[in-house]
């Protein structure tokens, strides 16, 4: 392992130098005149349109699934489809990180989603509302949205087209860009990624469109603190404990704790990590691997386990290949891996011991073509959601029990999935201790509780991203996080 700091160097001059690509508009066609939220043009807006609240008993999760044509949300108990919202082109989800908004990339940047379910805390308790889900009219423009990254109650968003960011606050994600956005222009566009810390440092990947290998840390002040060009092929972040960051590479990651930027190599001489699922509960980061740099579309059967407070890094072997949608991360910090042999494979993350695999759908191959559908994971609150294409269905599954405790069949194919918990998320800088709603929805008999996804204070997922997707080139596929 070799460690890199570089302070006060050029990124200094990022803050404020270039023009923002990224703002919010009231259309998603022409910018706003001015600071815009849900709420500033002269016509109603669709959120102003949609059906009144209705408050319910408990916390009511919901999914949105991506198809060809448009969006679905779902009741992420019944499974049943509580709205269905046409959409032209490829859309792609991730979480907006206050347990309500999902963001959708579209052509003109990305689209704020509401999902129709959110809790308004009330002393000791909370009241919880659902609503009709609603594209709303606030877009943050992106020539290309990339990466969504939700951490510590700010959502970081990253346009590949131009390479600019924009940091708002989670909670605060529909109203707009607002004066307090952090916002800066990295030296070039490329296929990138940023994460904000709780101290208020910035993690950002640096290169061009032909090639990135950079990883740079800004302080508050927008100064750089350290620096690595030791990531080729930089793609994708997962958190783990403690504010520990991952940053994928074609020859390893880069782990950055302490104030410092660490390589750790791959034991092969390509073995590329490029998807990651943190936990923030754990200090082991699951990542993919990939160790044929000649493969026209390889199909791994290993997944890398990177120990972020060791810095070791150690390969598992699966019964069956994988692709980028098919990791994610329990509640006790379990590596969940869903295999094209159609089960869900449970790993201990720290001795990579093989726990149990869960037999959920038939066999599968992956696709080509990465935007193709191939079955898709996302965990929330003890239940692992998993997406069929073949067969057009949706199963919730118990990770602890290995029951499937529901099923649908919808009338479309699905390809990404999303979700909104509608809990209380947790506030920017609020102490993780912070008293949460002790409502829960039980599921026949078990007790599925509802939290949030991707660092919003509940739901033990790093996306990530999301991210969902990497660029690489001729013999590469193109895949996301």
């Known amino acids: ?21 990224l703002a919010a508009c009231s259309s998603g066609t022409e910018p706003a005149e001015s600071t815009p939220s849900a709420s500033t ?27 060809d044509g448009g969006l679905q949300v779902l009741d992420a ?86 390479g600019a ?6 909670a605060a994600i529909a109203e707009g860009v607002s004066d307090d956005a952090r916002q800066l222009t990295l030296p070039a566009p490329h296929h990138g990624v940023a994460v904000e810390l709780s101290d208020g440092s910035l993690l950002v ?44 590479c074609e020859d390893g990651v880069v782990l950055y704790t302490d104030g410092e930027l660490t390589k750790i190599d791959s034991p092969d001489e390509y073995g590329r990590i490029g998807n990651q699922a943190g936990s ?21 059967t290993r997944i890398s386990l990177i120990d972020t407070d060791s810095g070791e890094l150690q390969l598992v072997d699966l ?26 494979h449970v790993i201990d993350d720290e001795s990579g011991e093989l726990i149990r695999s869960i037999e959920v759908m038939d066999a599968w191959e992956e696709p080509m073509d990465w935007q193709q559908p191939r079955p898709a994971i996302r965990v929330l609150e003890g239940t692992a959601y998993v997406s069929d294409p073949a067969t057009n269905e949706i199963h919730a599954v118990d990770i602890e029990t290995g029951e499937i405790w529901n099923s649908a069949t919808l009338e479309v194919t699905p390809n990404e999935i999303a979700t909104a918990s509608g809990d209380v998320p947790h506030a920017h800088g609020e102490d993780d201790g912070a008293e949460e709603s002790e409502e829960h929805e039980d599921h026949e008999g078990h007790d599925h509780e509802s939290e ?30």
């Open 1 to 21: 392992m070799t460690s890199t700091t570089r302070p006060r160097a050029r990124y200094l001059a990022l803050l404020g130098v270039l023009p923002l690509a």
């Open 41 to 67: 043009s002269e016509e109603p807006t669709a959120e102003e349109t949609a059906a009144a609240p209705t408050e319910q008993a408990t916390v009511s999760p919901r999914l949105v699934i991506t198809y």
């Open 77 to 162: 108990t019944s499974l049943e489809v509580v709205s269905d919202i046409p959409l032209d082109g490829f859309t792609r989800v991730n979480p907006a990180g206050d347990n309500r908004h999902v963001m959708v990339s579209t052509t003109g940047g990305f689209q704020v989603l509401d999902a129709g379910t959110w809790a308004e805390p009330h002393g000791d308790h909370a009241h919880y509302y659902t609503s009709e889900p609603v594209l709303t009219d606030v877009v943050y423009e992106a020539d290309k949205p990339g990466h969504a990254v939700v951490h510590e109650g700010r959502t970081a968003l990253f346009d590949d087209g131009t």
């Open 165 to 170: 960011i924009a940091i708002v606050d989670s």
């Open 205 to 248: 990947t640096d290169g061009t469109e032909e090639e990135r290998s950079g990883v740079r840390v800004l302080d508050a002040d927008g100064e750089e603190i350290a620096a690595t060009d030791a990531c080729p092929g930089v793609h994708g972040e997962a958190t783990a404990a403690d504010e520990a960051v991952v940053i994928g």
């Open 280 to 300: 923030e509960d754990s200090e082991i980061v699951l990542g993919d691997y990939k160790s044929d740099p000649d493969a026209e579309l390889e199909r791994p």
């Open 319 to 344: 019964p069956a290949s994988y692709t980028f949608r098919s990791l994610a991360r329990g509640d006790d910090g379990e590596a969940l891996v869903l295999g094209t042999d159609g089960a869900l």
């Open 452 to 481: 949030g996804e991707d660092h919003e204070g509940h739901d033990h997922e790093s996306e990530g991203h999301d991210h969902d997707h990497e660029h690489e080139h001729g013999d590469h596929d193109h895949e996301d996080e």
